[in-house]
């Protein structure tokens, strides 16, 4: 008898496993590298299968809204580009990946460094803070406000959550949270129509009037595109940054000596940046439909098979890493040859806004390094109910 037949159930997604998935995912990794989800969709649960299916082109992510979202279309909401194939999924991304040079993203270095500056500022003053709220949240919240030109962060604050809450499959939702996404949706459209019709008459140096020039000059991009270009550049410019800084905070306070080690080689900041995204990733979750028959770890899956990708459990495989529980910074410092995480995704789909996320994590985790001696928890975590999106929603803790 093997663990192949009868693998154990999947409970990672329970409400008592949401601290910690990632025991969960390994009984049913270490039992078969794909699982039968029940929801139309079969897990992937180990990295060099993840790995694949995220590189080919001959996976389609674009039927995701229509897995996870079916009744979306009656809400009349947009369709973002993150869910869509080539050739539209190229031309708007080459439109929007223009905001998002090395250039571009190194400019914002000086800004992110006095924002880092003021949140610890102030989080230094208060001595006991509820982390989410005091840094995580307004670090990449008003960097991605400013680089579009959106001036009511309160707004962007109030409905992030049910947006980011939103991206899970809508059998897990309850009905207030399907209505509080579709009215969250609403608002921030018709913010962005406010603001379009405003740039249009008086535009800035931000992103929106970038993309009205686009528009106005002709070119292949429509008014829903620029609306959903609008709001997905603003969700996933600063809801998953929100959950890496405070998952990189909490595995900070729980490995102090990598803290230390931070402290005695600031060179380090970039590396855990990546750490972070490996060892509690953002986003735990994405689906890929075959395009054609194909195979992958030698299993076929035919044309029009429903993959989830569990980038959370490809994380922690221990084929692809040393000790994978243990939280290091120094493991991709160096030359040594070390797997490559899936926290940004790989291929066409691969997070665009990688570098102001890295270079965020990397100011503030060096300075934080600098300028704390003591960090500590000052009561229990409190995790959101998100299944995708998956991070923090309070991190009491105690600085000096």
Same mark, same amino acid.
């Given at each position: 008898?093997?663990?192949?037949?009868?693998?154990?159930?999947?409970?990672?997604?329970?409400?008592?496993?949401?601290?910690?998935? $990632?025991?969960? #995912?390994? /009984?049913?990794?270490?039992?078969?590298?794909?699982?039968? +989800?029940?929801?139309?969709?079969?897990?992937?649960?180990?990295? !060099?299968?993840?790995?694949?299916?995220?590189?080919?082109?001959?996976? !389609?992510?674009?039927?995701?809204?229509? =897995?996870?979202?079916?009744?979306?279309?009656?809400?009349?909401?947009?369709?973002s580009f993150l869910w869509m194939d080539p050739p539209d999924?190229?031309?708007?991304?080459?439109?929007?990946?223009?905001?998002?040079?090395?250039? +571009?993203?190194?400019?914002?270095?000086?800004?992110?460094?006095?924002?880092?500056?003021?949140?610890?500022?102030?989080?230094?003053?208060?001595?006991?803070?509820? &982390?989410?709220?005091?840094? &995580? #949240?307004?670090?990449?919240?008003?960097?991605?406000?400013?680089?579009?030109?959106?001036?009511?962060?309160?707004?962007?604050?109030?409905?992030?959550?049910?947006?980011?809450?939103?991206?899970?499959?809508?059998?897990? =939702?309850?009905?207030?949270?399907?209505?509080?996404?579709?009215?969250?949706?609403?608002?921030?459209?018709?913010?962005?129509?406010?603001?379009?019709?405003?740039?249009?008459?008086?535009?800035?140096?931000? =992103?929106?009037?970038?993309?009205?020039?686009?528009?106005? +000059?002709?070119? %292949?991009?429509?008014?829903?595109?620029?609306?959903?270009?609008?709001?997905?550049?603003?969700?996933?410019?600063?809801?998953?940054?929100?959950?890496?800084?405070?998952?990189?905070l909490l595995a900070f306070v729980r490995n102090p000596d990598?803290?230390?080690?931070?402290?005695?080689?600031? +060179?380090?900041?970039?590396?855990? %940046?990546?750490?972070?995204?490996?060892?509690? !990733?953002?986003?735990?979750?994405?689906?890929?439909?075959?395009?054609?028959?194909?195979?992958?770890?030698?299993?076929?899956? &035919?044309?029009?098979?429903?993959?989830?990708?569990?980038?959370?459990?490809?994380?922690?495989?221990?084929?692809?890493?040393?000790?994978?529980?243990?939280?290091?910074?120094?493991? #991709?410092?160096?030359?040594?040859?070390? &797997?490559?995480?899936?926290?940004?995704?790989?291929?066409?789909? $691969?997070?665009?806004g990688a570098a102001l996320a890295r270079l965020e994590g990397?100011? /503030?985790?060096?300075?934080?390094?600098?300028?704390?001696?003591?960090?500590? /928890?000052?009561?229990?975590?409190? $995790?959101?109910?998100?299944?995708?999106?998956?991070?923090?929603?309070?991190?009491?803790?105690?600085?000096?």
């Open positions: 008898m093997t663990t192949e037949l009868f693998p154990p159930v999947f409970d990672a997604f329970a409400p008592e496993h949401r601290p910690d998935p $990632y025991s969960r #995912y390994a /009984l049913v990794r270490e039992a078969t590298p794909f699982l039968d +989800s029940g929801f139309g969709v079969e897990f992937v649960t180990r990295h !060099s299968e993840c790995t694949q299916i995220l590189s080919e082109t001959l996976w !389609s992510h674009q039927d995701e809204a229509e =897995l996870f979202h079916p009744e979306a279309a009656k809400v009349d909401l947009p369709t999924h190229t031309r708007l991304r080459r439109l929007v990946s223009k905001a998002f040079t090395p250039t +571009s993203v190194t400019d914002l270095r000086p800004r992110i460094t006095a924002l880092v500056t003021e949140l610890l500022d102030a989080a230094l003053q208060g001595g006991t803070i509820e &982390a989410i709220e005091a840094i &995580a #949240y307004p670090l990449p919240l008003i960097v991605i406000c400013e680089l579009l030109g959106v001036e009511d962060t309160e707004l962007v604050h109030r409905v992030g959550p049910h947006l980011a809450r939103g991206f899970d499959p809508d059998f897990v =939702l309850s009905p207030q949270e399907c209505i509080a996404r579709d009215q969250a949706s609403r608002e921030i459209l018709q913010h962005f129509r406010e603001l379009i019709a405003e740039r249009r008459e008086r535009p800035k140096n931000d =992103l929106v009037s970038g993309l009205i020039q686009v528009y106005d +000059s002709g070119d %292949v991009l429509t008014e829903d595109e620029m609306l959903a270009t609008c709001v997905t550049m603003l969700i996933a410019g600063h809801e998953t940054t929100v959950n890496m800084v405070g998952n990189g990598q803290l230390a080690l931070l402290r005695e080689d600031p +060179s380090l900041a970039g590396p855990a %940046v990546d750490e972070i995204l490996r060892f509690d !990733s953002p986003v735990h979750m994405t689906t890929r439909t075959a395009k054609r028959d194909l195979v992958v770890g030698g299993r076929t899956f &035919a044309e029009g098979h429903n993959v989830c990708v569990l980038v959370g459990s490809a994380n922690r495989d221990p084929r692809a890493f040393d000790n994978p529980d243990a939280f290091d910074v120094t493991r #991709y410092a160096g030359s040594a040859a070390t &797997a490559r995480h899936l926290g940004f995704a790989l291929g066409i789909h $691969y997070c665009m990397e100011i /503030l985790f060096a300075m934080l390094a600098r300028r704390v001696q003591t960090l500590e /928890l000052a009561g229990d975590p409190v $995790y959101r109910p998100n299944l995708l999106i998956r991070g923090l929603k309070e991190l009491p803790m105690r600085m000096a």
